[in-house]
């Protein structure tokens, strides 16, 4: 977040030793990368300077949040010849009732809006993607709504998983779990609709 993000200036100095000693391939890691300002400058700005460090010749990033993409960071995207065409999108479900009970900030209209807006920002734009099957409480219905949007956005390619619950998040509270026969049931039904 911004409270924790390191000066633009110190990255892009770090990022300029890293080229100086051949290194020509970099990628900004954060929890919700796209989110970053260092109380002067955004995440465009870190990939402009990023990007335009001599002996840099392919910048990525991971993990944006959804609906960080603002249009200042598309921008930058499309203006900075080496950023990668590449964006590992989390949606985790395509359903906006689980997306709620998994307190993502955005529902499956908005995440396909962002989708839309990436693909107009950025020709050509590889889109990779992590799903949970069967968290707490999910349908038929709802795991259906996943598979749909996975059609419809045609992700090049998915990370998926079962939903295991991890202690210390707000989801080890919630009931109706997903028997484990059918989380693997559905896992199987994504993982053959993404191949």
């Known amino acids: ?61 991971t993990s944006p949040y959804p609906t960080d993409f603002t249009p200042r960071v598309l921008a930058a995207m499309a203006a900075t010849p080496t950023v990668c065409e590449h964006v590992h999108l989390p949606t985790q479900s395509g359903s906006s009732r689980v997306l709620k009970r998994m307190l993502r900030r955005y529902d499956r209209g908005r995440f396909l809006e962002v989708v839309a807006e990436l693909r107009a920002a950025v020709s050509g734009i590889a889109l990779t993607t992590d799903i949970i099957v069967g968290f707490p409480g999910e349908t038929e219905d709802e795991f259906q709504e996943t598979l749909s949007l996975v059609a419809e956005v045609g992700f090049d390619d998915a990370f998926t998983f079962k939903y295991s619950v991890r202690e210390g998040t707000p989801a080890v509270r919630l009931k109706d779990h997903v028997a484990a026969e059918v989380q693997g049931e559905r896992l199987e039904r994504l993982i053959a609709l993404v191949r």
């Open 1 to 61: 977040g911004p409270e924790r993000s390191r000066k633009l200036t110190d990255v892009v100095g770090e990022v300029s030793r890293l080229a100086e000693s051949g290194t020509t391939e970099v990628t900004l890691l954060g929890q919700t990368v796209n989110s970053y300002h260092d109380g002067e400058h955004d995440f465009a700005d870190l990939l402009q300077s990023v990007g335009g460090v001599p002996g840099i010749r392919r910048v990525r990033f």
